[in-house]
C-alpha cells in the first residue's frame, strides 16, 4: 500500500554554512536555522558534510547531533573518512551522495548499478549502527534495483533534471521527467523501499512531486535558504509546508 499520510518534510541547511564561509567568521549560524526550521515545522534536518568542507563543517555535524529533537540527515560521500564521522555520531539517517563525477549517472545520482559491491560493504557497518541508510540516485530502473539489492532502505529519487526543465521552460522535458519520478517512486515502492525525493524542489516544482503516494520525504535546501532572505525562514518554510500538505490532501 502507497502511503498517503502526512509527507516528511527535510530542510537542507548547508547554504547557511555557504553563506558563513563567504566570511569565514561565525555569521550566520547553521544551528540557529536548524533550530528555527524545526520550530517552523521542519519534520528533519539535512546537511552534507562535503570532503572538502566548502560549508557544513564537522563541528556543525557534531553541533547538530546535540542541539536538534528532530532527526539529522547525514548527506556524506562514499569514503571511508565519512563512513567514520557517520559511525561515530550515528545520525538517524545517512544518504550517500555522488560527489565526484565518476561517481554519477548520466542523470546526477550516484551510480549504483556499477559499485554494487562496493557500496554493499559501504553501507552494512551504518545499518548495524543504526542508520537509516538512503541512496541518492535518478530515476532509473537500474539504479533502484541495485539499491535494493545492496540493502539501502531508502531511495532519495533526484529530481534536479525535473526542476531544470521546469526552469528552462521545456514542457515535455519536464512532462517526461515528472513522468519517469512518478513510475519510479511506485516501482521502488513495490520492493519495499522507502522513497524520498530532492534537489532543486521550488514552490513553482514541489506539488506534482509531493502529490506522489509513495513519496514519505522531501528534501529542500537552495530554494528555501534563498527565499528566507525576502522571508524570513520561519515563513518560507511555513509556505512550502502548506504547499506540501496541500499537494497530499
Ligand atoms: N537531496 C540531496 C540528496 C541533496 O544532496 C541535496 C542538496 O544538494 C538536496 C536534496 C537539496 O537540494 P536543494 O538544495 O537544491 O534543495
Not at 502529490?211 to 518560507?236: D, K, Q, R, T, Y
Request: charged content about 25%.
Amino acid at each position: 500500500m502507497a502511503n498517503h499520510g502526512k509527507l516528511r518534510l527535510g530542510v537542507n541547511i548547508d547554504h547557511v554554512a555557504t553563506v558563513r564561509n563567504a566570511r569565514g567568521g561565525a555569521y550566520p549560524d547553521p544551528l540557529r536555522a536548524a533550530k528555527i526550521a524545526q520550530e517552523a515545522g521542519a519534520d528533519g534536518i539535512t546537511a552534507h558534510l562535503r570532503e572538502d568542507r566548502r560549508h557544513i563543517s564537522d563541528a556543525d555535524i557534531e553541533g547538530l547531533m546535540d542541539v536538534l529533537s528532530v532527526p539529522l540527515n547525514f548527506e556524506m560521500a562514499a569514503t571511508d573518512e565519512m563512513q567514520q564521522i557517520a559511525l561515530r555520531h550515528k545520525p538517524h539517517a545517512v544518504c550517500i551522495v555522488p560527489e565526484k563525477r565518476e561517481e554519477r549517472t548520466t542523470e546526477g545520482g550516484l551510480e549504483v548499478a556499477r559499485e554494487e559491491n562496493k557500496l554493499a560493504h559501504f553501507i552494512a557497518p551504518l545499518r548495524d549502527a543504526g542508520c537509516r541508510v538512503s541512496i541518492f540516485i535518478a530515476a532509473d530502473k537500474r539504479q533502484i534495483e541495485a539499491a535494493h539489492r545492496i540493502g539501502a532502505q531508502v531511495i532519495e529519487l533526484h529530481t534536479g533534471a525535473y526542476c531544470d526543465a521546469h526552469a528552462e521552460g521545456d514542457t515535455d522535458k519536464r512532462d517526461q521527467e515528472l513522468q519517469a519520478l512518478r513510475e519510479m517512486s511506485g516501482f521502488a515502492h513495490s520492493l519495499g523501499l522507502e522513497v524520498h525525493a530532492g534537489h532543486g524542489l521550488t514552490y513553482d516544482t514541489v506539488t506534482p512531486v509531493a502529490a506522489f503516494p509513495e513519496v514519505m520525504e522531501l528534501n529542500i535546501g537552495h530554494f528555501l535558504i534563498g527565499e528566507s532572505i525576502f522571508l524570513g525562514l520561519a515563513p518560507a518554510i511555513a509556505q512550502m509546508r502548506r504547499l506540501m500538505d496541500a499537494a497530499r490532501a
